[in-house]
């Protein structure tokens, strides 16, 4: 019997072992995708315990919590700290298989020093320990970046954002991280939902214009793209239920656009024609300016209607999707392609069915300008644990070129979540490492740190161009 969690954990084989220890384990994370708050960097937020920092946003844990029957009260409502607490250690016993009970012991461990497990009994101790060390100066926000090694971050933006934060943060030579904006523009692409007419006003004040038609909006939206290129902006990202392709004449979508701004409803083709103008705008403009294009998308959203006039959005109702026409994101793919318009790009879907899609297509559109130009994206969302990670990588590796592929990223509002980069580097050494030992690539120990070195960080690092 293994001993649990201990250093060789997920490693299964001499060759995985190897891998791991001399290659991986030490590489430097880039965060090129996550949600965190750049505030909270520039202010070097201090925790007041360990719900606070682990439960207090973690919509993964409220669902686990709510499947095992845990009054709302101790979830999302005012229930004591310590209350919440015990609710989730005793959540957390029963999630054999399930990735937050590795991804909360990796925790413990890297940044609390805890090697045992937690449950409803250890839940005292456990509370007892994290909260004394969360007193601790390292403990901030920055110091628990720093010790995590990351090296770089690209948080999550819209394009009214101001970046005062992220200004803070670069005139700060105590802060060695190298913080980044991303933009995401979802909110100016969903035509027809409330609160559209509303962001466009605010758009328009952040750039100090007044946006009346698509053209004014193209052009404000460009202005605000140079802005964030000031600022370092390297990397685009979209959250889409599927990837649209309905185009539609330019008068078609400034008459819909002028439809939305009067407050009236519009068809789905007067919507899809809008969403297609506006997306093929982006990725030209991607293409111009070397930004990477990340489109993610195959989320069905906010099931529990109830739940979601009661908490809001991103609180743990949503599913994965079955509505990604493939011939829609391969029209989408061809229009930019066809007028030498096509930027990097990362497909994610939410939906694991989509793997091979994804990775057929992704080889419709490769040519000498980079390498692993349209690529698929690290498992994502329900898809993080070990098999989503394996099915992905395997998958990745059958029908593409895994030795390209610019590997894992948080997705997370969390500055623990840094662990699952260490997750992610066992599962993918576990698995290299058994291709070897079965004979299935050679025992070629420079191949195989080229490969496992830039899976980790220099893929990453080439492919969005960050210095």
Not at 123 to 130: D, I, K, R, S
Not at 187 to 214: D, K, M, W
Not at 268 to 292: D, H, N
Request: glycine share 10%.
């Amino acid at each position: 019997m293994e001993a649990f969690m201990d250093e060789n954990f997920l490693l299964d084989t001499e060759c995985a072992r190897n891998l791991y220890h001399k290659y991986a384990k030490e590489m430097p994370i880039l965060d090129y995708h996550c949600h965190i708050d750049p505030k909270e960097i520039a202010q070097d937020r201090h925790f007041q315990n360990i719900t606070e920092i682990w439960l207090g946003g973690d919509h993964y844990k409220w669902r686990q919590m709510r499947m095992n029957g845990v009054e709302e009260y101790y979830i999302t409502g005012g229930a004591p700290a310590r209350d919440k607490f015990q609710k989730w250690a005793e959540t957390l016993e029963k999630l054999i298989g399930n990735p937050l009970y590795h991804w909360s012991h990796l925790e413990l461990k890297r940044y609390f020093g805890y090697n045992g497990y937690l449950n409803g009994e250890t839940a005292q101790e456990v509370w007892q320990l994290c909260n004394a060390k969360l007193k601790e100066p390292q403990m901030g926000v920055r110091g628990l970046i720093r010790q995590s090694g990351v090296a770089l971050i690209c948080t999550t933006d819209d394009p009214a954002d101001s970046l005062e934060w992220h200004k803070k943060i670069k005139e700060d030579p105590s802060f060695h991280t190298v913080v980044l904006p991303a933009w995401r523009p979802d909110q100016a692409v969903n035509i027809g939902a409330p609160g559209f007419c509303g962001y466009i006003r605010r758009l328009g004040e952040t750039a100090g214009a007044r946006i009346h038609s698509f053209l004014e909006l193209k052009k404000v939206l460009s202005e605000r793209m140079d802005y964030f290129g000031q600022m370092g902006c390297l990397v685009s990202d979209h959250g889409l239920d599927y990837v649209m392709y309905a185009p539609a004449p330019d008068r078609d979508v400034e008459a819909a656009f002028l439809k939305a701004l009067e407050g009236k409803a519009l068809d789905i083709k007067e919507k899809l024609g809008y969403q297609t103008a506006m997306m093929l705008f982006f990725g030209r403009e991607y293409s111009r300016r070397g930004w990477v294009m990340q489109l993610h998308y195959g989320c069905r959203r906010n099931n529990n209607r109830a739940m979601f006039e009661k908490i809001g959005p991103d609180t743990g109702f949503d599913c994965i999707g079955n509505s990604a026409p493939v011939d829609q994101l391969a029209g989408f793919l061809d229009d930019l392609a066809c007028a030498g318009r096509l930027p990097k790009t990362i497909l994610y879907s939410l939906n694991p069915n989509d793997n091979a899609v994804i990775g057929t297509l992704a080889g419709c559109f490769g040519d000498s300008s980079a390498a692993g130009k349209v690529q698929q994206g690290a498992a994502w969302w329900f898809n993080d644990h070990k098999e989503g990670m394996i099915q992905q990588l395997t998958s990745f590796a059958n029908l593409g070129t895994l030795g390209n592929f610019v590997g894992m990223l948080t997705d997370s509002r969390s500055f623990l979540s840094y662990t699952r980069h260490e997750y992610f580097r066992r599962i993918l050494c576990g698995l290299i490492g058994r291709w070897v030992e079965n004979g299935e690539y050679p025992y070629d120990i420079k191949a195989l740190e080229n490969l496992v070195r830039g899976i980790c960080y220099w893929n990453a690092k080439r492919y969005f161009g960050f210095s």
